[in-house]
């Protein structure tokens, strides 16, 4: 078992592209998901060059804990992850970066499709405590919002919030 401790940001601008290190177009799907209870998530990454890696992955919360989450992910066929990305009811697509800074493990999440034009930053941690140097373009921490946590994002995407809500969120990038 794993600790995932992360933090994340909503970011601004594109002044995180020079930082990037590769890219992978990503779909994900959940074949159960909570608020305050376990996650089970299939995603398949498919890089520009190489094979497509698929994973599935099961999350649960730590008590008391808002940064952490213990995460047990495998690696599975491919073609296991279609069939089971085609029995999820929540799905999502977006690009992720890697990204070449201090602190942590970054990554970038574009969105698309229903959640376009969101754009999140999470930097994976050792520790809980451990400083972060926040980049300029990270607008706004979001860590522990679970209406934009992914599974939630794939369970009630951005374009079905009320208007006045969506606009407010995307208001915090700027």
């Known amino acids: 078992m794993a600790l995932e401790i992360e933090r994340r940001f909503l970011v601004h601008g594109e002044l995180w592209r020079p930082h990037v290190l590769g890219e992978s177009l990503i779909r994900q799907g959940y074949l159960a998901s909570g608020r305050e209870a376990l996650t089970l998530r299939v995603r398949l990454a498919r890089p520009p060059a190489g094979p497509t890696a698929a994973f599935l992955t099961l999350k649960l919360p730590v008590p008391g804990e808002a940064l952490t989450r213990q995460e047990y992910e495998y690696a599975i066929p491919a073609a296991d992850a279609e069939a089971l990305l ?89």
């Open 86 to 174: 085609e029995r999820c009811d929540h799905r999502l697509g977006k690009t992720r970066f890697e990204l070449d800074l201090p602190g942590g493990d970054w990554v970038l999440d574009v969105f698309e499709g229903a959640n376009g034009p969101l754009v999140v930053a999470e930097v994976e941690l050792e520790r809980a405590d451990q400083p972060v140097a926040v980049p300029p373009w990270c607008a706004r921490e979001i860590t522990g919002r679970g209406e934009l946590s992914n599974a939630a994002l794939a369970r009630c995407p951005l374009a079905m919030w009320p208007e006045a809500d969506r606009q407010a969120l995307l208001a915090l990038a700027d």
